[in-house]
């Protein structure tokens, strides 16, 4: 066994803030313990359209209401690469996401009931008496395919 250094300690941290949350999305269980542990109290989430979602009540919102369209999701993320500096770090993490639509929310014109997505996540860390909290949560989407339904108009 190797010797864990500070870095790889925070390193690790910091991935799991980003796990630890879509596990919980996943898993259906995000509730305003989750998205406090996970974001410093001026964290923001930047959708792909640009819209900006600042702070943990207004991102719990927004998540609770753009997540319960779907019966379930899966969110795989790979290929962290987190580089730290003083009391702050940056993550480039790809993504892979499924969405499975609940009943009545996907296209019905559509013979799918779901829709997968690939892209990238640009990350903001900062590093505070609580540990590491994400600041900024950026999505970079690269290709999407199948049902999307009402997705385009997330903000």
């Known amino acids: 066994m190797g010797i864990i250094t500070r870095e790889s300690s925070d390193r690790t941290a ?13 898993d259906k269980r995000l509730d305003r313990a989750v998205v406090a542990a996970t974001f410093a109290p001026d ?12 702070g943990p009540d207004a991102i719990l919102e927004s998540h609770t209401a753009s997540f319960a369209r779907f019966r379930a999701t899966h969110h ?9 500096g003083d009391g702050a770090a940056s993550m480039r993490a790809n993504s892979t996401a499924m969405h499975l639509w609940a009943a009545g929310e996907s296209d019905s014109r559509s013979l799918e009931t779901h829709f997968l997505a690939g892209g990238v996540f640009d990350i903001r860390a900062t590093h505070s008496d609580e540990g590491w909290r994400l ?11 199948g049902n999307m339904g009402s997705m385009l108009a997330t903000r």
Do not use: F, K, N, Q
Request: glycine residues 6%; hydrophobic residues 50%; aromatic residues 6%.
């Open 135 to 145: 600041s900024e949560w950026r999505l970079r989407v690269t290709w999407r395919s």
């Open 76 to 84: 795989v993320t790979s290929d962290h690469l987190v580089e730290i």
């Open 43 to 54: 964290g923001r989430v930047v959708r792909p359209d640009g819209a900006a979602v600042v």
């Open 14 to 26: 910091i991935v799991e803030l980003l796990t630890g949350y879509l596990a919980a999305v996943d």
